[in-house]
């Protein structure tokens, strides 16, 4: 190793991708402590900063470099980390700083070196050991599953367990340790760093993994197999971190790496994740369990034509009447969300541009949307019916509580949403909780009964994922409410006519997705600015707009966000057409942001 005296390093910078590797000197003294992988302090510009070095050189192979590596941290990455880091890159159009900033613990005090890797950087991958999708109604029923396995599995290579959301780990936790295994890893929270770095260090050999889905960049020696808890849920396709990692662009690419077995479980399916385990045949099972009671679907065009133009349906007024307990009613539109609608069929007025509801804007009598500012000339018929019977009102889960407290005087009622938690306001216990998803995850709350007041708003978002998104948080209020009952304008929705059959489900969603050519069957690259000063900001646009413009995109969509103006551009990708994708690699524009396969379009 000592011939080495030159080494490509990667800044953990935001780059253009075309612009990721640096070569340094290697000093003399630090020859023996520099190998691919190691994360070193190089100067950049006008400062000190960590780095990987991906590759060594020696003076005849590489350009001679005017800078020293500074020091070398005591954690490197493993072989297979750097090869999953360019891959990912590609994938995501991203500089390898980045990637390799997202699976980097902070270099700790007092530690030992993590084990070091060869020099080359070549990893054969491996077929995946044959797996399998398990669908539940109630997650007691998969834990049970789990826990009879972890017994065993302990004791062959390491499990890595990935749950969506910090409470389903400490279920998974209790769980692994009811089986028998003690020594149980849980990780943390990437901003908890102290705590992060240690568990980073403990990964290569702990024999039960817990973590979300970062922790499937882990530096893992013996990895046997990942299970993944609820796999369809919305946090494994809009991870917040840049880049925003899907579980399904990923989970695949990580046990060919490390030849494992991928345990998928959920509700309901990850379509993505399905469509690959159809392709190589693996097997979708059902667990069985507690059978929940089935779900009751209300026609709300039959309410209206009985003359109930109310928020409830008269089977949901008896359900509420003649429930003794606790009851759940989901409405998906916090505080007092102004919509649009007609009273006769249901339909929402939308905006043109980014299809979001509009709201009446009172002192100029005019329909606005409050997401990116179209306004256009009130309606005086509704486009889906003819009806006149359209009304702008305020109809959110704090508008719900305050009629439902004068329409059930004897009834408690409180709300629950991401701005006010039941539990904050001491009325956990209440007879009525009205909710937003947040509600979604909480698993230990338990309903009587369950009301869905207008399950139709999920699937009016522009988003391919809202079929899918609905199943889950059918799947989810079923498992929390003895009875649910489901409000609809349209019943005859594939989503609520395979509620008892989820193979009819996927089949009805894929072919959907295959019609409009969506993922699966393609990629959708979203490109887009962001800016304050409304000159740069359309300066920029027109630059984005006129350096796509062979990628023949679609767009622009614009918006306010604050302060913010923001516009963004759409290119669906059919396989093998990379011509977006290439633009984007040789890109040098920094202030252009990108995403592969978005959760949300606009």
């Keep these: 190793m000592g011939r080495y005296t030159i080494a490509s390093v990667v800044p953990l910078r935001r780059l253009p991708p075309h612009l990721s590797e640096f070569t340094y000197r290697i000093p003399e003294k630090l020859a023996q402590h520099v190998a691919a992988g190691s994360v070193v302090r190089v100067q950049f510009k006008n400062s000190l900063i960590h780095g990987i070095v991906v590759a060594l050189h020696d003076e005849q192979e590489s350009p001679q470099s005017s800078k020293d590596i500074v020091a070398v941290a005591p954690i490197s990455l493993t072989q297979t980390q750097l090869v999953l ?10 500089s390898l700083g980045v990637i390799f900033n997202s699976m980097l613990s902070d270099p ?18 491996k077929p995946v050991e044959e797996s399998t999708y ?9 834990y049970t599953y789990l826990a009879s396995h972890l017994g065993a599995w302990r004791h062959d290579g390491q499990t890595l367990l990935i749950a969506p959301e910090r409470m389903q780990r400490d279920a998974l936790v209790s769980v692994a340790r009811r089986a028998g295994a003690a020594d149980v890893l849980l990780v943390p929270d990437k901003r908890r760093r102290h705590d992060f770095a240690r568990a980073w260090q ?16 882990l530096p893992f020696e013996k990895l046997k197999r990942i299970v993944i808890i609820e796999a369809e849920h919305q946090q494994f396709h809009r991870a917040e971190q840049n880049p925003r990692y899907h579980l399904a662009d990923i989970v695949w690419h990580i046990a060919e790496s490390y030849h494992t077995q991928v345990i998928l ?17 693996y097997p979708i099972k059902q667990i069985t369990g507690s059978p929940a009671r089935p779900a009751r679907i209300v026609d709300l065009q039959h309410e209206r034509e009985s003359g109930n133009f109310s928020l409830l349906s008269e089977p949901a007024r008896d359900l509420i009447e003649r429930t003794s307990g606790r009851l759940l009613l989901y409405y998906n539109r916090q505080g007092y969300a102004r919509l649009t609608v007609c009273a006769d069929c249901g339909f929402t007025v939308r905006c043109e541009r980014c299809d979001f ?20 000339a009130v309606l005086l018929q509704c486009p889906k019916c003819g009806s006149v019977a359209l009304r702008s009102k305020g109809t959110g889960s704090d508008r719900i509580v305050s009629d439902l407290k004068k329409l059930f005087p004897g009834k408690s009622v409180a709300s629950f949403s991401s701005r006010s938690r039941a539990g904050d306001h001491g009325s956990a216990a209440s007879d009525i909780v009205v909710a937003t998803a947040a509600i979604l995850s909480q698993r230990s709350f338990r309903f009587d009964a369950g009301i869905m007041l207008n399950a139709d708003l999920d699937l009016h978002i522009p988003n391919y994922h809202a079929a899918e998104a609905l199943r889950h948080a059918i799947g989810v209020l079923r498992s929390m409410a003895g009875e649910l009952l489901i409000q609809t304008f349209d019943p005859s929705q594939y989503v609520f006519t395979t509620l008892t059959a989820v ?13 409009l050519s969506y993922p ?72 252009m942001h990108a995403e592969i396969n978005p959760y949300q379009l606009l």
């Excluded at 880091?85 to 991203?94: F, K, N, P, T």
């Design 265 to 281: 479980s959920g509700f309901s399916p990850n379509i993505r994740l399905l469509y690959h385990c159809l392709q190589k045949k």
């Design 85 to 94: 880091a360019r891959h990912l890159a590609e994938l995501y159009v991203q």
């Design 520 to 591: 699966p069957f393609s990629t959708i690259l979203k490109v887009w600015v962001r800016e304050k000063d409304s000159a740069v900001y359309a300066e920029r646009r027109d630059q984005m707009l006129t350096y796509f413009r062979p990628a023949l995109p679609t767009g622009p969509f614009e918006r306010r966000e604050g302060s913010a103006y923001i516009a963004s551009i759409l290119c669906k990708l059919k396989p093998g057409d990379t011509g977006a994708l290439d633009l984007l690699r040789s890109s040098s524009y920094t202030w």
């Design 134 to 142: 398990l669908l539940y109604k109630q997650p007691d029923a998969f």
């Design 202 to 217: 403990q990964s290569g050999t702990a024999p039960v993994i817990v973590g979300g889905m970062l922790a499937l960049l």
């Design 108 to 125: 700790p005090a007092q530690l030992k070196p993590a084990s070091r890797v060869k020099d080359t950087i070549s990893v054969l991958k």
């Design 357 to 376: 509801p509009l709201a009446l804007e009172g002192s100029r009598k005019l329909l606005q949307c409050g997401n990116c500012g179209f306004e256009r």
């Design 503 to 515: 193979d009819h489900f996927y089949r009805e969603e894929l072919n959907w997705r295959k019609t």
